[in-house]
């Protein structure tokens, strides 16, 4: 699984820091939503895909499987 956020799309709600703190943080300068975590755990997958699901932006997408190696 990759996570990636747009901070143009993110309007601030928090709703991605409430559900997985150790991924998602904001900003402390803009509010908006920021990366902690590249690589995402197995036990996080479900927690991420929530808080992707429930990002009122849309601002948080995640893509299932292995990156792809170059």
Request: proline fraction near 6%.
């Amino acid at each position: 699984m990759q996570v990636s956020v747009d901070r143009s799309r993110c309007c601030s709600s928090g709703m991605c820091v409430m559900n997985v703190p150790e991924v998602f943080d904001q900003d402390d300068g803009d509010s908006l939503v920021r990366l902690r975590q590249a690589d995402i755990r197995p036990d996080q997958f479900a927690d991420v895909r929530l808080a992707a699901e429930l990002c009122p932006g849309g601002a948080i997408t995640v893509t299932e499987g292995e990156p792809a190696d170059d």
